[in-house]
């Protein structure tokens, strides 16, 4: 919830006023604080697009947050315990600036619980070796960095400013990842096979699911996909929420891994990739979106898994938030703390015994 | 009072001073059920990175701030008075509009 | 937030060992017993670290996954600088990666506490109570030695366990205050934890010898103070200090619990796959 959000109603004004006003505001490259009038639309996509966000931090906490307790070194360690506390950090941001729309983080929480929110489905891969946590942090999260390098500039304020913090800490996540990835290349053979191993596993979840369905023909889609996706697309760059479309950034994407993984010495799974020379891009097979999608879907043992992880973390710790709940309030109401005299003691003693 | 909405606890907004000379800024905002707990969240949450000098919390509905409505009587007043503007006077020396600036 | 006062005990009784105790120690003799007591309090870190980081994603709502691995991060922290220079001290020239990852389970000397499984969130929280008091106490105390190292390490760790017992001592209260279940788990954490306290301040000859050459302060004076700490915290939370009938003893000696094995077998699992890797 934003400070000082109020229910006041709208000004009287017409609609298409308040819709001419707004879209002048985005136009002039102004940012949408959360008492503006907005369109619902734009409150819509806006939310689910933040909720997918936030819920895809939280959720993608448990590949990595599984190697915690066997990291090679303690070097290693503690990075990634900095990196899984920055992404349970970032869900935080982002569920702050969902709320300033209205929305209430418990709402959210069971909507992903209940399988009624989406989460990025580069998540639902499983994290099977050590080298899994390199190629999520360079891959996954390098994806993340393109995808959420223009959110900065995003037109909702809340949005943008919770996007400038987790980019800055977001650059750590790509770097340390990268960094894990050549030691292991530096290494053994057999931690440089484990290394190939994880980039096999984890490139097309980055390159695919991370940028979302392909929105142009060039991209891969059909006439009738790319017509819908660039329209969806085209009205969220409208509204200055999304300034490119999914294929120019999973462009970007691909242009920037193609060295870096020469310089590890890795091969990224793609015999289609090569330097174009007329576009000035490498070329990289088209994202069959729709099989891989169906391959690695909202219904997948894994999908299930890392909901069912979620939900019994929450359930579990019912009873904490209940008891948290229920301290505050008897504070709030002055009850003097209990056991300070004997009487405390021995009803403890008592209760104990019972 | 410190149950929001449907039983979550209350939303609290974060103030940082990043360092010496400036002003608490707000960061963003937490939920905790007490002040103590925002304290640690907020630490938590908005000090990872860097060495502030101190942290505040706030209930957010403790917040009261012009409505929507009110904005323009509040606001809008000023681009009437340019009198309280400095460069709508003659400039102190010759060197122009900007001239005496650091005078 | 608390401040602290009563810090300066801790640190005088290091002064006065300095300047009472036969300090006659033979410096490697010392060097030697400084490496073990180095590896007792780092393998403490270590394993209550790793036990923290089995609950990261599991925790009782995203904020406490945050502060539960803020403080893993810290002890992890911790461990590293306390196993390096027990490394240098010993002779071996092991560094913190060899300590941690290639030790048999029995060469482990952390005290018993640390290694207990996490239980619920209650035991949890009872573990972190007892421990982040006396490791607060007694890195305060580590602060006033002499060794530039040593101090250093105590002063930085101090500040940070400073925060983690504002963390346990605030939900001790929460938990004994809140609701009748929150109460009872409560209760249960702290009977649960309770008999592996006694160890934490355990004399041997080498903290006795330590402590007479004035090294390193014994952690057995700081006691009393732990206890009225600890008790001041539990009877707020409107519950009563345990009074076990026993108490447990061994880690010190590399004699664990069952439910240890299978932590090392974890930390070390990836470390030893990989022979000659590098990290």
Redesign the interface.
Known sequence: MSAGQTTAGAPPAAEDELLAHFEALVASGETVEPRDWMPDGYRRMLLRQIAQHAHSEIIGMQPEGAWLTRAPSLHRKSVLIAKVQDEAGHGLYLYSAAETLGADRADLLDALHRGQQRFAATFNHPALTWADTGAIAWLTDGAAVINQAPLCRTSYGPYARAMRRVCQEEAFHVRQGYDLMRALCEGTPEQRRMAQDAVDRWWLPAVALMFGPPDTEAGGADARTAALGAAVSRRAIAWGIKHHTNDELRQRFVDQCVPQAERLGLTLPDPAIRWNEERGHYDFTPVDWETYRDALGDDTHWARQRVAHRRAAHEDGAWVREAAAAYAAREDAGVPPAGTGAAGIAADRTEAAA | MSRGREGAPASWEVFVRPRRGLAHQHVGSVRADDADTALGRARDLYVRRGDPLSLWVVRSDSVHAVSPDERDPYFSTARHKPYRYPEQFAPLTQEGPDGDHDQ | ?TTTSDTAPAARAVRAGARTGAARADASRTGADLAVLLLRLGDDA?VLG?RL??W????????????L??I??DL??H??TL?TLSGRLDGTGRT??DL??TRQDREFTNALLTELPNG??AATVARQLAYTHYASLYYEALAGCADPDLAGFGARAAKEVA?HR??AD?WT???????P??TR?M?AGLERVWPYTAELFDEDDVVRRLAAAGTVPSPAPLRPLWERRVGEVV??????VPAPRWQARGGRVGLHTEEFGPLVA??Q???RQ??????
């Open positions: 937030m270590l790793q980081c089995q990261i994603t599991r925790a009782p709502t995203i904020e406490e996954d945050l502060a691995s803020n893993a991060l992890v922290g461990a590293r196993l913190e990666d941690a990852f619920d969130f925060f504002r963390h605030d209260l929460r938990l004994g205050l809140g609701t279940e929150s788990r209760r009877a707020r939370a409107g519950l009563t974890e930390l699992s990836v470390h990989f022979p000659g890797g590098t990290w």
